[in-house]
């Protein structure tokens, strides 16, 4: 089988990690790279000097490509991926995958007519750790899941045209999305514009699931610690994702049994299960390698992607509702799915 | 000035550590101890035989105190505090200081007409960290204060009558409204029955102050870790206080400068500050001696004090509209004050 | 059966504790404290305010007394305990039994002449992790044991006559021995005094077991740090006991493997086993307590203390070995069992 | 000035970092690399596809090279490095320098005659944490430095032709011979075999220096927990520089202050000062950066390297005076300088 031929679009804060992982994945090459600053494509060409460079994206429409990875900022992912796939690549777009839920189908549907894989960077979704915490809940370990908390916090990166939400969130949500394996009923959040005026640099998400399971999500440009963290609580165990500590699970056996029936409510009492705390040992492959290796094998064999263009609708559709709850002080917003 | 002669009301989980302090303390005695459970009263007989014992806490009422401190479930906090004050004692109550607003200003009102003090074990209003972080913010070095985020978590333990609102959440409330010498405007809460029907054992609040300050409130009797933490984020500074950790307090010296005017919204660019973390020193007093002497101070001088009726029933009507919020979906309930 | 009747001599650092936990023992009663200094008896007698106090130790030997508990500066430990047992007390003497080994033999001669107990407060023979931690290794758990690292580090307490390795040394060595269940072979240490001449306050000491197995203890009254770790390196697993940690114990299911046999030293390769670790539920029981409970049931049934003279003793000819060693340079001096 | 022509000797463990910063920096080209392995090579290759590569580092000699970079296993620094400087190369070699100090002597004279840059790879002398951290030393803010102690602990990774002592104590020893600006007087050491008869795995070191300040290192393949510490205390304040921590370093400001001449011996009493720590913010810079650019600059300039053979040499002669300590039992060995 030949190399799929990648073209790399934006090479700012995180297309040279894409771009460094594509040009040591053996069953790809990296053709060109395109970016609208000088100095960044400098950058680029020292590394990597045989490969193209172009100012202009358009460019790489006429150079056989395969595939492209679009990492740029936010509100032009939409256009660009469009352009792509109509220009018959496939197309990796880092997350978010559209700023809005509309433009997100037109590409989910561009898509699926010109046949063409449509894979969004939720990054976690390729992450070992994850993985592993998901078999756990799959596997029935934790028992039924009551509620999940995920946090992630530090200070900056402020961005210009796009708030937290977009930013930090679809990181957790799309850990929620495939840890649970369902998608939520509603939404509610609470956004703060601390720094800049209508720039939401602090939110809280509340997404409630069927059968009453609730998770929350803080993100945060403006924390004095970085905090990675995803908590879930379940009614035999409790796991928790510390994607910043040298041990990135831990398995709490402990819970709370309920009581058996007692002849008055006065006789009520509790079992607290205080078991051992588990930290397995887990083989870490870099989760980038991975999403970058997968985006090559469903390219090349046309599978579907684990985070394919309908999970990132998804998380688009949530970030939607979530940023008119805000606007609306906080209402439950029910997502028509 | 002769001794405070104090009895003591409810010796289960609480009542043992107040009764400790009292009769340490030089200025106060503690003459007499009731409680239902005849082994409560024979576990304090061993440690302070020449104490009086009475499972009728009526009993106390013609013995010559000058004060009492009532540690029994919360739902008996109201008719005990009202019949102490009704005969003439000083009243030091647990927290929280009843469980319906109305209940707590009829106590409140009693205090006054009777003339005695009235105060709740808010302890952590007597808490050095506290006291210390109230000082920073006070005197500006944060800055303008963006918002409070607090979490107090653990396994266990449940309560019977009252749900983890009422457990947890008045330490957290009662710091918020000493740190920030105010009352929020509104609050809305979602709350989460995880183990048993009805019973709130996950609940997550916001209140809105003046001048769009939020705080944040996570209390939970169902997490893996033990946590207790305030973060509080100001323009200026951010300040961790972690009562879990050796060092209570951290001050980061880490913000966000806005930019200066700028031509173009492109050329928008954030400064962010990362200065040194500082740790000060700040010399232990156990918080719950400190609470003991002043309510000591206050009888014996008739000094307002720090948590009064009126601080107590402040925490009372939040809990009361939080608890409205979780029944209505979160909707953000209006506090009359 | 009858109550054990115990008095206590020195009331400062230690035996506040120590008085606290036999006055809650149903099974003792404390009939008499004594100390020299005017205050601490102050102190005391406001807590317990039945028992008798005295200056002078001597009054206790006509209490019809059954043993007393002996926490007062380490120098003064052989003479009061020989005193006590000569009057026909049973004792119970807070760690270095002695300064010199010469005078604790002494003390365990007269102790068996007596027919009466002589235990040394090696608290950590009664803590429920280092109890466990023991099971692990006599069990197999850790496979054969290659060594062990402990560090007792902090800033302070300096003592006027007796230096580091008598103060914090008695309680890593008393765990060493209790772990291994043997005694070393030879010592060797080095030792600064710091801040005021003569006087260790640093000390890094090398215990030799048979088989070569090593034991290192480090201890510190310099150390910007509060340090309590004892870390247990085996063939098979690892484990690590630290005091200071919410979770005392960890068991790591890491180790190497030894290669088989290979053709050519090139070929060498070793196998890193990277397993789970293992944070046990341990249940709690206060060290002080269940060593208090030892000594009372011991007195009371004649049973031999875990920690008896015998094994105060063995600590004491290791301490005075190491400071030989210090004096010659760090010498491995060899110790006469 | 023209660029530095660079071809690298070694591309296993860590000849790959050297390699990417040499390739990065615009000041110097990377033109040849050499390894035995052809696997290697390949994995070098698939990045830098214009360099050239060879399997004998002779074929170096003929390309016009200003300088090689030599991390091949330590018992090959010496004869590699030899001939490098023979044939009129510049030489920057991974640490130790030698593994024995007659042949490190002949490497600094054989770089005096021959004119030419001789450098080791002690990377911690490039760390802005450790800079930092002398800096604190050097402006008095610790005060008198009583003693240091350092700590590099993992588990593996077990090399075949030299010990522990070899591969991880260079970096401690070259950090305290850089903090403290001074050599040792004299070295005694401990050192255990644990997994492979003769490798010592485990070893304890003891430098004394002048006035009686010593150093402790620590250094192990076969400990449960990555450590990378180093604890300096002073007379006036202490610091900890903790490289595996978010935050690099602390100051301490607690210390004992020495009492003031007082009438009897009993009167004594220490002053125990606890006040803030301090986190200082450090702009972290990537430590083998600076190290490659600090080469350089000196082989472009002829300037003396802060980690020279000089340098070098006196790590090698440390370690060679300690492994001649673990032989004897732990002898004072005094070092000839």
Redesign the interface.
């Known amino acids: 089988m030949e190399n799929v031929k990648v073209g790399i679009i934006g090479y700012g804060y995180w297309g040279p990690n894409l771009t460094r992982n594509f040009?040591?994945i053996?069953e790809s090459d990296v053709v060109a790279v395109a970016d609208v600053k000088e100095e960044q494509l400098e950058r680029a060409r020292?590394?990597y000097?045989?490969v193209t460079y172009t100012s202009d994206y358009h460019d790489l429409f006429d150079m056989g490509l395969d595939a492209v990875v679009i990492s740029t900022p936010p509100d032009s992912h939409y256009p660009i991926a469009k352009e792509c796939l109509e220009n018959g690549l496939s197309v990796l777009v880092e997350k978010p995958l559209t700023l809005d839920s509309e433009a997100g189908e037109l590409l989910v549907d561009l898509a699926a007519t010109q046949n063409k894989t449509l894979m969004v960077g939720h990054t976690f979704e390729y992450n070992s750790a994850v993985l592993q915490l998901r078999d756990y809940i799959v596997e029935g370990e934790l028992g039924d899941i009551?509620?999940i908390?995920a946090a992630r916090l530090n200070?900056?990166?402020?961005q210009?045209k796009s708030h937290v939400l977009w930013d930090l969130a679809p990181h957790d949500i799309s850990i929620l999305l495939y840890l649970l394996q369902d998608q939520p009923v509603s939404v509610?959040a609470?956004g703060?514009p601390?720094?800049?005026d209508g720039l939401y640099d602090?939110v809280?998400l509340?997404l409630i699931f069927k059968n009453?399971v609730?998770a929350?999500v803080?993100v945060s440009?403006?924390?004095?610690?970085?905090v990675r963290r995803v908590?879930v609580?379940g009614?035999e165990k409790?796991?928790?994702f510390n994607d910043?500590d040298?041990?990135k699970i831990?398995i709490?056996?402990?819970?709370?049994d309920?009581p058996l029936y007692t002849n008055t409510?006065?006789e009520?009492q509790?079992n607290?299960r205080?078991?051992?705390?588990?930290?397995?040992?887990i083989r870490y492959l870099e989760p980038l390698k991975q999403e970058c290796l997968h985006f090559i094998d469903c390219v090349s064999t046309g599978k579907k992607p684990v985070s394919d263009g309908v999970s990132g609708l998804r998380v688009v559709k949530i970030i939607e509702a979530a940023e008119k709850s805000i606007k609306n002080?906080?209402t439950?917003e029910v997502i028509k799915w």
Request: hydrophobic letters at 30%.
């Open positions: 040009y040591e053996p020292s590394k000097p045989e009551y509620y908390d200070l900056g990166l402020f210009k509610s609470h703060m601390c720094v800049f602090v809280y509340n009453n609730s929350y803080h440009w403006l924390d004095p610690c970085k908590t609580v009614s409790m796991a928790v910043v040298e041990y831990k709490y056996d402990k819970g709370v309920k409510f006065d009520f509790c607290y205080y078991g051992n705390i588990t930290i397995p040992n002080h906080s439950h």
